[in-house]
């Protein structure tokens, strides 16, 4: 059963990189596509950008500018990297595998981790 | 982008009780649309996929229909396991947009 967890930094200072890794167990990344969503506290899913096998990336253009989404085969991992952080970045972050057959969904996802933006 | 308009944000209603949540896309997204449940604390779990089909592990009692621009999720009974919030979401074009939620809570 493939399994996705997230891990990285839970606390990151304003103006700095948020940056977090998806680590796939149970199943290979280089197959379908690979993204990252998140949820402020008490609000409601925001979806942040997607990464097919082939290295294409699709980001949420409200994003655009501070997000990069990557790839290592070799660790069989995905990785997300937010720029220039505020308050307004703090959020539940979830990683999650897309199925993009009959339309698509999202399944599984990982647990998610709270990442703080504070001084 | 496409939005996703989702109604009711908040239902209160009892076990047994048959609930309807609609969800309503700003364009034509086909059958493109997935519904999520969230309970606290958790990741969202998905429920149903191309509007219709029902994921497998995810009891009958849930089902899914529509498709262009509106859609409806139906919990034909609802469980005590069933409170929790419910998210679409359309898969039609990026960004791969959710809607709002819908809080469903015990009466």
């Known amino acids: 059963q493939m399994q996705l967890q997230e891990s990285g930094p839970t606390l990151v200072k304003p103006s700095e990189t948020l940056s977090l890794t998806c680590i796939v167990s149970?199943?290979?990344?280089?197959?379908?596509?690979w993204g990252w969503i998140r949820q402020p506290p008490g609000k409601g899913l925001e979806w942040i950008g997607i990464?097919?096998?082939?290295?294409?990336?699709y980001y949420n253009p409200s994003l655009k500018s501070r997000v990069t989404i990557s790839q290592d085969m070799s660790k069989n991992q995905f990785s997300l990297k937010l720029t220039s952080v505020t308050a307004a970045d703090t959020a539940v972050y979830y990683c999650?595998?897309?199925?993009?057959?009959?339309?698509?969904?999202?399944?599984?996802w990982g647990q998610g981790t709270l990442v703080t933006v504070s001084s | 982008d496409i939005q996703l308009t989702q109604s009711p944000s908040f239902l209160s209603a009892s076990v047994g009780d048959r609930v309807t949540i609609t969800c309503r896309a700003s364009?034509?997204?086909?059958?493109?649309l997935a519904w999520y449940q969230q309970k606290p604390g958790k990741a969202p779990r998905l429920l149903i996929y191309?509007?219709?089909t029902l994921q497998s592990g995810v009891p009958s009692r849930f089902s899914g229909s529509g498709s262009g621009t509106e859609f409806t999720l139906t919990i034909s009974s609802l469980q005590p396991e069933d409170f929790a919030t419910y998210y679409c979401?359309?898969?039609?074009?990026?960004?791969?947009?959710f809607g709002g939620g819908t809080q469903v809570e015990i009466k």
């Open positions: 990464i097919h096998l082939s290295g294409t990336t």
């Open positions: 149970g199943g290979s990344i280089n197959t379908y596509y």
């Open positions: 999650g595998r897309r199925i993009p057959v009959a339309g698509g969904w999202f399944d599984p």
């Open positions: 364009q034509g997204i086909n059958s493109y």
């Open positions: 191309a509007a219709s």
């Open positions: 979401q359309q898969l039609y074009s990026y960004p791969l947009t």
